[in-house]
């Protein structure tokens, strides 16, 4: 199996204007202290009682103070002043990642591997190669250590997300940040027939049917009694990926689920205009 993840946040350069991405590096290493009070706190409380039910009159607020003290570090606040045709293409690109975020299956493709071999094409549903795969979700809140004025659509898989800003495509691995500019972006969608072995989602596209062990001539082979039909899928895919090396292959149930989006993304206007840095 070939990886197909590219590089991440981790090792990507930062390609946006600004230094948002090194005060998001910075507000996602602090570490939190009130947690810490809370604990020390609930420990002297316990020692000492029934006394120690006195501490809690001058701890409570501290501890709170605290909390929003570790709020105001581990945030970036950023405005984005965006209007004319920078507003009316952001908007374009919400309403349209909204389509992709209604098809009923989205994965995130992580590796790809050939079947060389006869046999292993036959016990692979007579397959030419094989994928890996996990699912995604897509919200539109703000990401976590930025506090911003806009709706941010988000694609996430397992600890890497791609979060859509008005000036830039920001990406997170973990608690790392990085980012590639919208000119730089290459977005190239495609359709894959595609053997599921899982839940069939309702939106996608049934092409065919195949036995998970085939003969070569595509009828089962009857040396396997749990052998099973499986649908042959048409799917509907999309890969997000940079010179820097980002490199994302979306796939997705509902055929045209990213047809909007893709032209959307490859017409990016003038970076529109920020204010604001870490609180």
């Keep these: 199996m070939a990886d197909l993840t590219g590089a991440d946040a981790t090792q990507l350069l930062p390609t946006g204007p600004g230094d948002l991405i090194e005060q998001l590096n910075s507000a996602a290493g602090q570490a939190r202290t009130a947690p810490w009070a809370f604990g020390i706190l609930g420990i ?17 607020p501290l501890v709170w103070w605290l909390a929003m003290h570790d709020q105001a570090r581990r945030n970036v606040v950023v405005f984005y002043d965006v209007a004319d045709h920078p507003a009316a293409w952001f908007g374009a690109l919400n309403e349209s990642l909204m389509e992709y975020a209604a098809s009923q299956g989205k994965w995130r493709i992580n590796a790809h591997g050939g079947l060389a071999t006869v046999h292993q094409r036959k016990i692979n549903g007579n397959a030419s190669s094989l994928l890996e795969r996990t699912a995604v979700t897509v919200t539109f809140d703000h ?10 659509p988000t694609i996430t898989s397992g600890h890497d997300a791609l979060h859509f800003l008005p000036d830039r495509l920001l990406l997170r691995t973990g608690k790392r940040y990085s980012d590639v500019s919208y000119g730089i972006l290459s977005v190239q969608p495609s359709t894959r027939r595609f053997i599921e072995s899982g839940t069939v989602p309702t939106d996608g596209v049934h092409v ?10 595509g009828g089962p082979d009857r040396r396997f009694k749990n052998n099973r039909m499986l649908p042959v899928m048409q799917y509907g895919n999309v890969q997000l990926a940079s010179p820097s090396g980002l490199n994302w292959d979306l796939q997705f149930s509902r055929i045209n689920a990213f047809d909007r989006a893709a032209r959307t993304l490859r017409e990016p206007p003038n970076l529109p205009q920020i204010s604001g840095g870490q609180t």
């Excluded at 990401?143 to 941010?152: I, M, Q």
């Excluded at 065919?208 to 001539?217: H, L, Y």
């Design 143 to 152: 990401p976590k250590h930025l506090v911003t004025n806009v709706a941010v």
């Design 208 to 217: 065919d049917t195949t036995w998970q062990f085939a003969n070569v001539n």
């Design 44 to 60: 002297l409380v316990l020692a000492t009682l029934p006394f120690g039910l006195l501490l809690l009159l001058p701890a409570v």
